[in-house]
């Protein structure tokens, strides 16, 4: 599985956040559960709320990520991160570790639809892969299936497991790389005039390699 010569792959910088987030929102802006959090949101909030949410926790040590880049352009146009366990990131600080353990709420949206949003925190939070954001217009070029295969080896090398959360769409193109669904979470998208198929959300596990 390699990429078309026109992109190139590689290792994200922590101060890329604001664009990786960028590419996260605009990716997910057709997701129906998506949507329905913030359909009455004001727009121009969402991307600092993204970055107020989730910016401290990736910049943590335990998380990488990595990009594919478009070489002409030189636009980041998919990416995806991974949280490694603690015992493979040493620099990981007592007080950092508190502060990821937390149950804190996270901070919220005016007017961002809860009842959902709760249901979407409740699978990020089970998972260790980041899931994998691409621009619309790059889709179906068989970037996830790269990045996840990069994924997949190191956790292989390792002996991790992975967990990640998966949309309907994405539920497939996952369990085709060796992940298993061990759970599902409903939005239950039927209340806001959607398929209620929509709602599910996959939690999937994949062992490593020889396990």
Not at 59 to 74: F, N, P, Q, R, Y
Request: charged share 25%; aromatic share 12%.
């Amino acid at each position: 599985m390699e990429l078309p010569p026109e992109f190139e792959f590689n290792e994200a910088r922590k101060d890329e956040l604001p664009n990786l987030f960028s590419i996260w929102n605009i990716a997910f802006a057709d997701y129906q559960v998506w949507k329905v959090i913030f359909k009455d949101s004001e727009h121009q909030k969402i991307l600092p709320w993204i970055e107020k949410t989730f910016g401290a926790r990736m910049k943590m040590d335990d998380i990488a990520l990595w990009k594919i880049t478009e070489v002409s352009s030189g636009k980041t146009v998919a990416w995806t991160g991974l949280r490694f366990p603690w015992k493979f990131r040493p620099s990981i600080m007592e007080e950092q570790k508190k502060t990821i353990l937390a149950k804190d709420t996270p901070p919220t949206l005016e007017r961002m639809n809860l009842d959902v949003f709760a249901v979407l925190g409740q699978a990020l939070r089970a998972a260790n892969r980041m899931g994998t954001n691409v621009l619309p217009g790059y889709q179906r070029m068989g970037f996830g299936q790269f990045l996840t295969k990069h994924c997949n080896e190191i956790a292989d090398k390792s002996g991790s497991r992975t967990w990640i959360p998966a949309s309907p769409n994405g539920s497939n193109m996952f369990q085709k790389m060796g992940f298993k669904q061990v759970a599902i979470l409903d939005a239950h998208m039927e209340r806001y005039g959607y398929d209620a198929a929509t709602g599910k959300m996959y939690i999937l596990l994949r062992d490593p390699f020889g396990s």
